[in-house]
């Protein structure tokens, strides 16, 4: 079955800096990839996703990401962030069974 | 803006007590998942239903776990014999055509089980 590490479990940026949320992968076949954000308290949010194409994609609230199949990673970017992207972000994996596999997480702090 | 709708949001039970956890896809969508997130944990993928049976299902999903469409707008977890472990976030999610294309959340059920 697919699988997804994320390898930072927290990360600390400043507002208005720039922001890389690191995924890697693992699946057999062409993954499906996608980036969720969770607010505290609140639901998952899609913010962006892959299914084949142009390697660069964009998503809301400024985010972008890029899959690189030579290193099975799908690295989410935003060049500025902002003090409301502080938040849990998953990258997931879907496969071919309709189930979507999460990474454990990677919680975002916005310093001011 | 269509969206899936869970039903409790918060839902206290006693240990060894059934739960029912209710969902409303999204009214036009095929497929159906629940997940489960642990507090602090990641979300882990419990089961997927399409054309009224389980499609896939993870080691998690266990005999004490079903799921139904008992209608053609509601999306249920049972858990038939709730145990501590068992307090988590729950979501429900739903996609449309085909597996593959991004799944739309609920706001999640949060379960406690005392």
């Known amino acids: 079955a697919q699988s997804v590490t994320q390898p930072d479990i927290h990360i600390t940026v400043s507002e208005g800096a720039s922001l890389e949320l690191r995924c890697n992968y693992s699946?057999?076949?062409?993954?499906?990839l996608f980036w969720y954000v969770q607010s505290p308290g609140q639901g998952l949010q899609l913010l962006l996703k892959?299914?084949?194409?142009?390697?660069l994609v964009q998503g809301i609230k400024g985010f972008e990401a890029e899959f690189k199949r030579s290193q099975s990673s799908f690295n989410l970017r935003k060049p500025s962030v902002h003090w409301s992207d502080a938040a849990e972000y998953f990258c997931?994996?879907?496969?071919?069974?309709?189930?979507?596999?999460f990474g454990a997480g990677t919680r975002l702090t916005v310093k001011p | 803006e269509p969206e899936v709708t869970q039903t409790p949001s918060h839902q206290v039970t006693q240990m060894g007590q059934e739960v029912i956890l209710r969902c409303v896809p999204i009214?036009?969508?095929?497929?159906f998942y629940w997940y489960r997130q642990i507090l602090g944990q990641k979300v882990e993928f419990l089961v997927s239903?399409?054309?009224?049976?389980?499609?896939?299902k993870s080691e998690i999903f266990d005999d004490q776990f079903s799921v139904e469409r008992p209608d053609g707008s509601n999306f249920t977890l049972k858990i038939r014999s709730t145990k501590l472990e068992d307090s988590a976030m729950y979501f429900c999610?739903?996609?449309?055509?085909?597996?593959?294309?991004?799944?739309?959340f609920g706001q999640g059920t949060r379960l406690t089980v005392v």
């Open positions: 999610a739903s996609s449309s055509v085909g597996p593959n294309t991004e799944a739309f």
């Open positions: 699946y057999g076949a062409t993954p499906y």
């Open positions: 892959y299914f084949s194409g142009d390697t």
């Open positions: 997931a994996v879907g496969g071919y069974n309709n189930d979507m596999r």
């Open positions: 009214s036009n969508h095929l497929y």
């Open positions: 239903f399409y054309n009224n049976e389980i499609s896939e």
